[in-house]
């Protein structure tokens, strides 16, 4: 009944502190009741003798799963209470009115701050990414292209090139061309990103270890109940986001997109402790964090419906309709904050936004399928490869490196990167040029159509114009880059810095003229637009990855600006998620959970096997009897020596042992918490005093010590099932109600006891996996 929690693979190695490793390594056992309305009146008066509530009862320890009836219904008794003395008073109904509207105060802050954040860190990133090349000399907090706006002295051709702006070799040499300029160049850059990459690397690991990674697997076995203290706290937000614009910064193949939703559901957790209503009800909270997730996801992309939807389709566990309204005002809040700061000076939420006005034809759903087969086999190969690389990382010496591995790798990146165009410019801009249109002002060597000057068509007419040599060119490099990115992304996402995944962007140029267009490309328009075939085959790498679907295609529509699209984009995200799911129904996220062994119950997993609760249940055959406590006959001394020599969460409560006709349960928390205050607060109360959990206790001779009565805190209708309840049905009871276990009976009798822990570990059985080696680790 204990669930044994490793560490997440970025903060695997010497970065975590000894305290960390003695809690993750602790053995939790998990277990739930619905605690009734009336039980939950009486939370303020645990025990027949305070009048007052003692502190922390009904909370949680760290990494364990919270009780969601239980929590829903402390929610619906407070908000009782609320409505009741809303009739008292004036200023009592203002009070309600104030709590009702604490909701959208929350999401109100939530965007706010997100939306600065991001608006921040995009001008951060793209200040420092510049300053790996060179500085400008006007001022040196402007980046390349800022740099170069003001200038008169800039051509069309040389549009980059601005007497501001100068390369570090210029600044210090003074010779801008020619190979030791290259070479100093060259030098400058790699120092820059190994700097950059150890800092970032530093601080995660002395301030923040939780700072690591996406931080998307953890938000999602947080909002499924589990708890991870600290890993939404301050620290975290403060670090986070720092390191986040150095890890980007210093030209990893990494994103920003799943660090900025980590950061959302950061700022969202700090405004819950401002509120009662949700500081003290972790349910609640988890309503927040689902919204703050969108808001995440909304300035991560420029998606505000785009970020609901993720939080609706990928993260969130529990998500109620005022959620989703809620979801929508932060993602709304947070677009609206980021368009103010306008960090790319476009007035678009994202530096890759794009609109296509060509339309596309029937024929080319073949290529968009196969860009979407492409995704899924990309998919597929990513994650295996990436979680057998992770799994390496924890498992031997190298994670005991986790600075020296950074370094590496940021080495390897920077000087296979340099040579390339491609590879060196930042991901955004990447993207942004692979997904924009050709058209009269672009430069790029994409666009190196050959001119023909008897044409009588304007310059920017190109769709009969052949491919000049730097499209040729162009193709090579794009080539190269993309089987670097797939190499080097799989061994630098998990490593103990904030990472999002790279979206790799496939690209494709006009052949008009071959025989399988003749038939349906009208004269003088463009018959293929390289940029949409980028945009799908991005979107069907990412699903092929993460397993999106409905989310992943509005993401990309919201970018686009066009309803034109949406079949290509749907028959790619489709077609990638067939094609994934084929070799396996986990994502990278869902991967990562299970390599971690967090106690996370997928909702989308099948169970179809025709097991019963009695093959799962504890104690097994040569187990140890279940550990229990009578109602009436049990002494504080005993209880005392059963939670000191057992690791168990809670007790079931039984008339008697030779009946064990189940009473309740009541939790190891609580029954410590009430005996250490008992012993504080009530005179008499020894080891041998008798505790009750039975409505009245008997009459005693006034030599006897005094009884404990502990009724109040025992939960009288925990949930049971009959031992001959099918599996399938307990699985989807723990999925839907959000049990943390839930006691075996036979005609009212105790048998055992099954908990989320053994649920998860029967369907990995189930699936031919070993758990302990796989999930709990």
């Given at each position: ?20 490793s ?14 009734p309305t ?21 909370t ?5 799963t ?8 402390r ?6 209470k ?20 604490s ?22 990133v ?20 800022q ?14 090139k ?31 990103a ?15 270890p939780?700072?690591?990674?996406s931080g998307?697997?953890?938000i ?5 109940g589990?708890?991870?203290r ?30 900025l939703?980590?950061v ?24 927040v ?8 996801v ?20 529990y998500?109620?309709?005022?959620t989703?309204?809620r ?22 939420l ?11 034809y ?14 899924g ?15 390496r990382?924890?498992?031997?010496q ?40 050709c058209g ?7 666009c ?12 920017d ?21 993309l089987?670097?990115k ?28 071959w ?7 009208r ?9 949409l ?22 993401i990309?529509?919201e970018?686009?600006?066009?309803l ?28 990562h ?14 169970f ?6 009695t ?8 187990d ?17 020596t ?9 007790f ?12 309740g ?11 250490k ?12 005093s ?41 699985v ?15 005609s ?7 908990t ?10 189930m ?11």
């Open positions: 009944m204990n669930v044994t929690v490793s560490q997440p693979d970025c903060l695997s190695g010497e970065s975590v502190i000894s305290d960390l003695a809690a993750l390594l602790h053995p939790v056992s998990i277990h739930v009741g619905s605690t009336e039980e939950m009146n009486g939370a303020g008066n645990l025990m027949d003798f305070l009048d007052e509530p003692f502190p922390d009862v009904g949680y320890e760290d990494f364990h919270i009780d969601w009836l239980r929590e829903k219904s929610d619906t008794d407070r908000h009782r609320i409505t009741s003395k809303s009739k008292e008073s004036i200023w009592e109904l203002i009070k309600s009115l104030l709590d009702a509207w909701g959208w105060v929350v999401m109100l802050l939530i965007g706010l701050l997100s939306g600065t954040l991001a608006g921040v860190i995009d001008l951060a793209d200040w420092m990414t510049d300053l790996k090349e060179g500085v400008c000399l006007s001022a040196f907090w402007y980046s390349h292209e740099c170069c706006w003001t200038s008169n002295e800039t051509t069309f051709d040389d549009r980059d601005c007497p501001q702006w100068q390369k570090w070799a210029e600044l210090m040499t003074g010779h801008a061309e020619g190979g030791g300029a290259y070479v100093l160049n060259y030098f400058l850059y790699v120092l820059w190994l700097l950059f990459s150890f800092l970032a690397v530093s601080l995660v690991r002395v301030f923040a939780y700072a690591c990674g998307i697997p953890e999602k076995t947080i909002l499924s589990f708890i991870i600290g890993y939404l706290g301050k620290w975290t937000l403060l670090i986070k986001t720092v390191t986040l614009v150095l890890a980007v910064s210093s030209g990893l193949s990494l994103g920003k997109e799943g660090p939703v980590h959302a559901c950061c700022c969202g957790n700090l405004f819950c402790s401002l509120f009662s209503k949700y500081s003290k009800n972790e349910g609640k909270r988890r309503e964090l689902s919204a703050a997730a969108a808001a995440g909304s300035v991560a992309f420029g998606a505000p419906i785009g970020g609901v939807l993720f939080s609706l389709e990928e993260v969130s566990y998500f109620p309709l005022k989703l309204w979801s929508f005002f932060a993602a709304l809040v947070a677009a609206f904050t980021l368009r103010s700061i306008n960090p790319f000076g476009n007035s678009r994202v530096l890759f936004y794009v609109e296509y006005h060509t339309p596309w029937m024929a080319e759903l073949v290529p968009f399928i196969l860009l979407g087969v492409f995704g086999l990309w998919g597929t190969l990513f994650i295996r490869a990436n979680i057998a690389w992770c799994r990382r924890k498992t031997t190298l994670g005991k490196y986790p600075v020296l591995e950074v370094i590496a790798v940021t080495g390897i990146t920077a000087v296979l990167a340099y040579p390339n165009p491609y590879t060196r410019r930042s991901t955004s801009e990447l993207i942004s040029e692979l997904f924009n249109d009269a002002l672009e430069s790029s060597q994409l190196d159509y050959i001119n023909n000057p008897n044409m009588s068509r304007p310059v007419d190109i769709p009969d114009r052949p491919a000049g040599p730097g499209v040729y060119n162009a193709l090579w490099q794009l080539a190269l880059a089987v670097f797939i190499v080097i992304t799989i061994f630098t996402f998990g490593m103990k810095i904030p990472s999002g995944l790279f979206i790799p962007s496939m690209m494709a140029y006009h052949h008009h003229d025989i399988i267009f003749k038939n349906w490309c004269p003088g328009a463009d018959c293929v637009t390289p940029g075939y980028a945009m799908v085959g991005a979107a069907a790498c990412l699903g092929g990855v993460t397993r999106m679907t409905v989310s992943l295609v509005v990309m529509f970018l686009t600006g066009g034109e699209y949406i079949v290509p984009l749907m028959a790619a995200a489709v077609t990638s998620k067939w094609v994934a799911d084929a070799f396996g129904k986990e994502g990278i996220y869902e991967s959970i299970q390599l971690n062994g967090y106690p996370y119950l997928d909702v989308r997993d099948e179809t096997h025709r097991t019963l609760a093959d799962v249940m504890r104690p097994r055959r040569n140890p009897t279940l550990a229990v406590l009578t109602q009436d006959s049990t002494t504080v001394e005993d209880v005392e059963l939670i000191k020599d057992t690791d168990y969460n809670g079931p409560v039984v008339v008697s042992r030779e009946s064990e006709r189940l009473i349960f009541v939790q190891r928390r609580d029954l410590t918490l009430a005996i205050n008992a012993r504080q607060k009530q005179d008499g109360v020894v080891s041998s008798v505790v009750y959990f039975t409505e009245d206790a008997p009459q005693l001779p006034a030599s006897n010590p005094q009884p404990l009565k502990l009724r109040r805190i025992l939960n009288l209708s925990p949930f049971t099932v009959t031992d001959h309840t099918p599996m399938e049905t307990v989807d009871i723990f999925r839907k109600l959000g049990l943390r276990q839930c006691l075996v009976t036979r009212g009798r105790l048998l055992g006891i099954i989320k822990k053994d649920v998860l570990r029967h369907m990995a059985q699936m031919n996996q070993d758990p302990e080696s796989i999930m709990f680790n």
